[in-house]
T-cell receptor
Framework: GNSVTQMEGPVTLSEEAFLTINCTYT??????LFWYVQYPGEGLQLLLKATKADDKGSNKGFEATYRKETTSFHLEKGSVQVSDSAVYFCASLFSGGYNKLIFGAGTRLAVHP | DVKVTQSSRYLVKRTGEKVFLECVQDMDHENMFWYRQDPGLGLRLIYFSYDVKMKEKGDIPEGYSVSREKKERFSLILESASTNQTSMYLCASSLEGRSHSPLHFGNGTRLTVT
């Protein structure tokens, strides 16, 4: 079946460090891919997305590239801030799915000054 | 800005009680969803609706039902609450049918069943 696997957390970094959160998917086709972020006490917000192979999604300094050959969509940021502390969810959407997203387990990021 | 409002932030209920979780969105979205969020499991889809009075089972519908009598409101019902339904419940809505538009989430309802 279709699934999303992302690296376990928590990830703890110092401010201005480089961030990578790994995400891979299994699919019978070519899904659209997303990163959502959940700040403390809030619901999820869309961070970025990519809808086809080699697309790069970017927002707020975060980037992720849709890699068909490795079925991956890793999230990166060159210099994290304390305000980036949150839980990050990778998700996939398959065509004809009425926007039914399949989410990964989530990765908690803690950034310290 | 789209606003998805969940009626309660925290709920504590007893085993066997009937529980209603309410969700309202203010942007005329067709699609609405109920997820539960558990540590290590991410978000799992319980039910969704793509139109008034329409509903579809998600991945874990057992023990739940839903109601969508008006476009803006989507209710999740626990007919007889059990302790394994203690969780964070997230409601979401989106604009279009089959093509993707972002899901807009409420802030969640943390339900504890004792």
């Amino acid at each position: 079946g279709n699934s999303v696997t992302q690296m376990e957390g928590p990830v703890t970094l110092s401010e201005e460090a480089f961030l990578t959160i790994n995400c891979t998917y299994t699919a019978t086709g070519y899904p659209s891919l997303f990163w959502y972020v959940q700040y403390p006490g809030e619901g999820l917000q869309l961070l970025l997305k990519a809808t086809k192979a080699d697309d790069k999604g970017s927002n707020k300094g975060f980037e992720a590239t849709y890699r068909k050959e490795t079925t991956s969509f890793h999230l990166e940021k060159g210099s994290v801030q304390v305000s980036d502390s949150a839980v990050y969810f990778c998700a996939s959407l398959f065509s004809g799915g009425y926007n039914k997203l399949i989410f990964g387990a989530g990765t908690r990021l803690a950034v310290h000054p | 800005d789209v606003k998805v409002t969940q009626s309660s932030r925290y709920l504590v209920k007893r085993t066997g009680e009937k529980v209603f979780l309410e969700c309202v969105q203010d942007m005329d979205h067709e699609n609405m969803f109920w997820y539960r969020q558990d540590p290590g499991l991410g978000l799992r889809l319980i039910y969704f609706s793509y139109d008034v009075k329409m509903k579809e089972k998600g991945d874990i519908p057992e023990g739940y039902s839903v109601s969508r009598e008006k476009k803006e409101r989507f209710s999740l019902i626990l007919e007889s609450a059990s302790t394994n339904q203690t969780s964070m419940y997230l409601c979401a809505s989106s604009l279009e049918g089959r093509s993707h538009s972002p899901l807009h989430f409420g802030n969640g309802t943390r339900l504890t069943v004792t």
